[in-house]
T-cell receptor, first 115, second 115 residues
Framework: KQEVTQIPAALSVPEGENLVLNCSFT??????LQWFRQDPGKGLTSLLL?????REQTSGRLNASLDKSSGRSTLYIAASQPGDSATYLC??????????????FGKGTLLTVNP | DAGVIQSPRHEVTEMGQEVTLRCKPI?????LFWYRQTMMRGLELLIY????????DSGMPEDRFSAKMPNASFSTLKIQPSEPRDSAVYFC?????????????FGSGTRLTVV
């Protein structure tokens, strides 16, 4: 059974700092890994999608890396801003035969960026 | 596209009552997923459909939960009878055929409170 772990569970940083969020998964047979952002009381917003054949993806101040063999991914946020405060969720897609796929989530990292 | 649309946004009901949650996926998406989010357990997959056919309902907590997808543009998740422990945020998500290539899009969720 695939398990996804995110460390740390919570992180508080001053504005302007660069930071790294970590995600690990137990089964390396994934199709892709996706990072989401969730604001309080809101739905999930997709940030970055990394296919299993890729090593990293970048969008603006965000950079996500994937080391499939070791079961790890990191989300790097450069020059953090108070507006980056949210919960960041990591999720992996695994196949379960035929056309069947499952997305398994970690429990998230609650990020607070202080002005 | 308006994205994945869920209704209602909030639902408060008394224990024992029937609750129906609704979802309209993105047009053209072949996969539809229902997730439940709680503080204790995070995001859990309840059931998913491929081309309107339920593929895996192993995450449905018990017989009180049922889900249908009568057509490609509509799905319901029903709880009957509801219990206080069903209180959670319920998310619907959809994806294109072969989701490993395109990722997932989530709705804004339905916050269910059973009193």
């Amino acid at each position: 059974k695939q398990e996804v772990t995110q460390i740390p569970a919570a992180l508080s940083v001053p504005e302007g700092e660069n930071l790294v969020l970590n995600c690990s998964f137990t089964d390396s047979a994934i199709y892709n890994l996706q990072w989401f952002r969730q604001d309080p009381g809101k739905g999930l917003t997709s940030l970055l999608l990394i296919q299993s054949s890729q090593r990293e993806q970048t969008s603006g101040r965000l950079n996500a890396s994937l080391d499939k063999s070791s079961g790890r991914s990191t989300l790097y946020i450069a020059a953090s801003q108070p507006g980056d405060s949210a919960t960041y969720l990591c999720a992996v897609t695994v196949g379960s035969g035929g056309s069947n796929y499952k997305l398994t989530f970690g429990k998230g990292t609650l990020l607070t960026v202080n002005p | 596209d308006a994205g994945v649309i869920q209704s209602p946004r909030h639902e408060v009901t008394e224990m024992g009552q029937e609750v129906t949650l609704r979802c309209k996926p993105i047009s053209g998406h072949d996969y539809l997923f229902w997730y439940r989010q709680t503080m204790m357990r995070g995001l859990e997959l309840l059931i998913y459909f491929n081309n309107n056919v339920p593929i895996d309902d192993s995450g449905m907590p018990e017989d009180r939960f049922s889900a249908k997808m009568p057509n490609a543009s509509f799905s319901t998740l029903k709880i009957q009878p509801s219990e206080p422990r069903d209180s959670a945020v319920y998310f619907c998500a959809s994806s294109l055929q072969e989701p490993p290539n395109y990722g997932y899009t989530f709705g804004s969720g339905t916050r269910l409170t059973v009193v």
